[in-house]
């Protein structure tokens, strides 16, 4: 015990002393006069008042140190995964009947138990012990274990498990630095089953709609002879492919390819089976699910010309050669007419505008603000400039649409090259995964550039100016920006098409320049996403038992986070029944639910945000719950990883039936003895009320023999 100040001591004694002469003085001398006595039972009681206060102005600060003794406490890790069903080599014990007599052999007052798959979770009895967990992550539930009793004596810890790890780290670095020893029970039987399963599933997840997609199955047998087997794909019950093949024999491989057609856009669930051989030691991982998202990568281009050139020929020849875009070309002949026929009738479902020269001097003023007012109402657009452009009509309807419009006029043409800017360095146009030679433009045919002025729309990128004569000018000659939420861009001058017909030795500035043009138009499809209410799974694929989360985020009109929304969210299961959900927030505009876990199939759901009464918007999409199976592609248990994270964290590994050995090892261990730590306490007197009691009490006795004694 101690007792210390938050002053010096010295300086409290002189203050006492002080105190004393005071009190002593104030009562040298009464009127009237009440005795020795008396004046020395007022001057003690006002002294004493006195120096309780001085003392507790000083801070006193009174610790006190006491020796505390902890038993240790050992934490019970039970793998709940669903290859813990497995009965072990006897066949007469369960992994439940186990966990009965380990925690029957610990005690239940110094163990706490957890349950794991692919996460832990707290268990309060065997009853509530099912093994359904889909994975198996020991890393993981490891390192949870040990913060959950960062601040309880842990001794050890004991694993109860058949040693098959499926996902997370490797548990072997976890154990190599663990704190204390990690006992490893082993249940199961590490003999080979005979079983026939499917060990790998590889396919793409994402697939283009009209193209064949390959799926690689890879299957094991193990314990059979070379037997005929068929291993279809199907999708709801449909078989799309199949082959049929003969085993290798036992303890070998096979793998076959099928293949589908992704016919329409979307997240397709699809399945693949292996046929049943009797004397399998399971069947459930005879088949696998896996899902694809389906993109409709067709794209609709609409090529307007001004006039018949070279390089809408250019064009024309490139763009239909790629598969994934449906091209439409009207090169005008007169005003209100085209060669290949009019105008369609609607410009909301193209996905590119082209203007090759447009509007050109036949142009109908009609057609060109239709264009125009096609643009401003989201369709991207790429604007060429060529001799037969209308510069007065493009000047006059596109002004505020494009990302630059002719300011001052002329009718003169000069050869000019492209001249990169620095913006060009890190825009995405530019971005061609080779260094930036600036010269290649040099070397590359001259191209043709009107000599008008051109005035750049705010916020608009100029990526290239323009070389004539080898001097570089500031006129923009490549410029993109956008018109509201539509990317556009602009190239002021003609004469491309020699820059993919040019010699051999120039082959590298070519393929650079096609790499830059298909950039460009990947760059044009591309759409800012500015929706007010995002919401999405935070995976496009779930296995049965895991749980669902879905997320959102949410935005008002000048996209600033709102967090205070009201999110709801509808799951449309594969039976067509609707379960709405609400999600809660996380702060910062974000929102997050659990939805549970839900039976396989393919999931749809709409989500919307309501603020202040006023309706923020919506979004929409789709996930896939499917049967995955990699608790059962490894039938044998693994007790050699068992032996490695027991040795490594200084433990020991014992089979299941010697459980009952567990109290005697576990006291053989250095780590499992009592705590003994040393505990100060401190208490700051100054705070504590009883001492205020007492001056208010010896002040009042104080005044009360005063009056008593009839002193003024």
Not at 43 to 56: E, I, N, P, S, Y
Not at 352 to 361: N, R, S
Request: proline share 5%; hydrophobic share 45%.
């Amino acid at each position: 015990m101690s007792l210390t100040f938050g002053s010096s001591p010295l300086l409290l004694a002189v203050c006492v002393l002080l105190a004393a002469a005071a009190a002593w003085w104030s009562y040298r001398t009464t009127v009237p006069d009440v005795g020795m006595l008396r004046k020395v039972l007022l001057a003690t009681t006002r002294f004493a008042a006195l120096a309780l206060v001085l003392f507790l102005l000083f801070e006193p600060l009174f610790a006190r140190e006491r020796t505390v003794r902890e038993e240790p406490i050992v934490g019970l890790l039970v793998d709940a995964s669903e290859s813990m069903t497995f009965p072990d080599s006897t066949g007469s014990e369960t992994a439940a009947s186990v966990v009965q007599r380990l925690r029957a052999s610990l005690g239940a007052e110094r163990v706490r138990a957890y349950s794991f798959g692919g996460t832990i979770s707290s268990m309060d009895s065997v009853q509530t012990l099912s093994f359904d967990g889909t994975t198996t992550d020991v890393s993981e539930a490891l390192t949870a274990l040990s913060d959950e009793l960062r601040m309880e004596p842990l001794g050890a810890v004991v694993l109860l498990s058949d040693g098959i790890h499926n996902t997370g780290a490797n548990p072997l670095h976890v154990s190599e630095r663990y704190r204390v020893p990690i006992v490893a029970v082993a249940h199961g039987d590490s003999t080979v089953r005979r079983d026939v399963r499917i060990v790998q599933l590889v396919t793409n997840e994402l697939a283009y709609a009209g193209a064949e997609v390959p799926v690689r199955v890879r299957v094991r047998n193990d314990g059979f002879g070379a037997t005929p087997v068929s291993v279809s794909l199907s999708r709801d019950g449909v078989v799309l492919d199949s082959q049929s093949l003969v085993l290798p024999a036992d303890a070998g491989e096979v793998v076959t390819d099928l293949i589908f057609r992704a016919d329409t856009p979307g997240l397709l669930r699809l399945q693949v089976s292996v046929s049943r051989i009797d004397g399998e030691a399971t069947f459930l991982n005879n088949t696998e699910s896996v899902s694809v998202r389906v993109l409709d990568q067709r794209r609709q281009i609409l090529l307007v010309g001004g006039a018949p050139s070279p390089d809408i020929a250019a064009w024309v020849q490139t763009l239909s050669a790629d598969e994934d875009i449906e091209l439409i070309t009207r090169i005008q002949k007169a005003p209100g007419q085209f060669f290949e026929g009019a105008l369609p009738d609607t410009l909301d479902g193209f996905n590119l505008i082209i203007l090759a020269g447009f509007p050109g001097t036949a142009t109908d003023p009609a057609d060109s603000r239709l264009l125009a007012n096609a643009v401003s109402g989201g369709v991207p657009v790429l604007f060429m400039l060529d001799h037969a452009t209308d510069l007065r009509m493009l000047q006059r309807d596109w002004q505020g649409i494009l990302p630059v419009v002719p300011e001052t006029i002329r009718s003169t043409w000069v050869p000019a090259s492209f001249a990169a800017t620095p913006l060009a360095a890190g825009h995405a146009v530019f971005d061609t995964g080779s260094r930036r030679d600036d010269g290649m433009w040099r070397r590359l045919p001259p191209l043709r550039t009107n000599e008008s002025s051109w005035t750049v729309a705010p916020g608009a990128d100029v990526l290239s100016t323009t070389t004539i004569r080898g001097v570089v000018l500031p006129d923009p000659l490549f410029v993109a920006g956008r018109s509201g939420r539509v990317r556009t861009a602009a190239i002021l001058a003609h004469g491309m098409w020699r820059w993919t017909n040019i010699p051999e030795d120039l082959a590298g500035e070519r393929d650079t320049w096609v790499a830059i043009r298909d950039n460009l138009l990947q760059w044009l499809y591309a759409t800012d996403d500015e929706r007010l209410v995002r919401i999405q799974p935070a995976a496009t694929s779930f296995s049965e038992g895991e749980p669902v989360i879905m997320r959102g985020e949410v935005y008002d009109e000048a996209l600033r986070p709102v967090s205070d929304a009201s999110v709801t969210i509808t799951l449309r299961a594969p039976d067509g029944s609707d379960v709405p959900v609400g999600m809660q927030a996380a702060g910062g505009g974000r929102y997050t639910v659990d939805a549970g876990t839900l039976p396989a199939g393919v999931y749809s759901y709409t989500g919307s945000a309501e603020w202040n009464g006023a309706d923020l918007g919506s979004d929409s999409g789709e996930f896939v719950v499917g049967r995955q199976s990699l608790e059962y592609r490894n039938t044998r248990a693994d007790f050699g990883l068992l032996d490695q994270i027991a040795a490594r964290s200084g433990g020991q590994r014992i089979m299941a039936s010697d459980a009952d050995r567990l109290p005697a090892i576990l006291a053989s261990l250095s780590s499992y003895e009592p705590v003994v730590r040393a505990e100060t306490s401190q208490t700051r007197l100054w705070q504590r009320y009883p001492f205020l009691v007492i001056i208010l009490t010896l002040l009042t006795v104080e005044w009360f023999f005063r009056k008593r004694f009839g002193m003024v």
